[in-house]
T-cell receptor
């Protein structure tokens, strides 16, 4: 079992609310990622970080923001949630830059009404 | 252009039969190739990877994958499928210092 945790696992909220999805890992990995997963399965990279104070946008444009103040913590925030944000969000970390071996959390399923 | 492709959205197999989940890539140079599995309501788990060397790579849960450079393929295989193998399978590639890129995924259904 990988030591990477996401909370909440499931969240149902109303439009306009601010939400933060938490992601923490205890493996000391520098590189971390957020993916958005469609109902049709496909994964889209929305944010990544190479380490503390490093954040970059991924391939898919997202209205969410991320921060990396501590190595182990990589939260994702939506300032004003909309129904189009309804999705599964997966956090991952990588044990070595460029290794390709990612450790994933169990995901946060967000539903915006 | 998509760098890694999984041509089948779903693969159906009877328990005990061999299974193959297909993956092709379209990058130059020497790619690193991966397979990940996602069980229902879970995150992805690393299964196996090919970097160099023997073209047949063995991974977790009895899975293996064969790297074929001439066909630019990296198909996932298992000699005898189990119902518990039913899951989503993702092929992925890294090349030339780029980031890991996932294919669109294939749903494997193993029927008893």
């Amino acid at each position: 079992e990988a030591d990477i945790y996401q909370t909440p696992r499931y969240l149902v909220i109303g439009t306009g609310k601010k939400i933060t999805l938490e992601c923490s890992q205890t493996m000391g990995h520098d590189k971390m990622y957020w993916y958005q997963q469609d109902p049709g399965m496909e994964l889209h990279l929305i944010h990544y970080s190479y380490g503390v104070n490093s954040t970059e946008k991924g391939d898919l444009s997202s209205e969410s923001t991320v921060s990396r103040i501590r190595t182990e913590h990589f939260p994702l925030t939506l300032e004003s949630a909309r129904p189009s944000h309804t999705s599964q969000y997966l956090c991952a970390s990588e044990n070595d830059r460029g290794s390709g071996e990612l450790f994933f959390g169990e995901g946060s399923r967000l539903t915006v009404l | 252009a998509q760098s890694v492709a999984q041509p089948e959205d779903q693969v159906n197999v009877a328990e005990g039969n061999p299974l193959t989940v297909k993956c092709t890539y379209s990058v130059s140079g020497n790619p690193y190739l991966f397979w990940y599995v996602q069980y229902p309501n879970r995150g992805l788990q690393f299964l196996l990877k090919y970097i160099t060397g023997d073209n047949l790579v063995k991974g977790s849960y009895g899975f293996e994958a064969e790297f074929n450079k001439s066909q630019t393929s990296f198909h996932l295989k298992k000699p005898s499928a189990l119902v518990s193998d039913s899951a989503l399978y993702f092929c992925a590639v890294i090349w030339a210092g780029n980031m890991l890129t996932f294919g669109g995924g294939t749903r494997l259904m193993v029927k008893p």
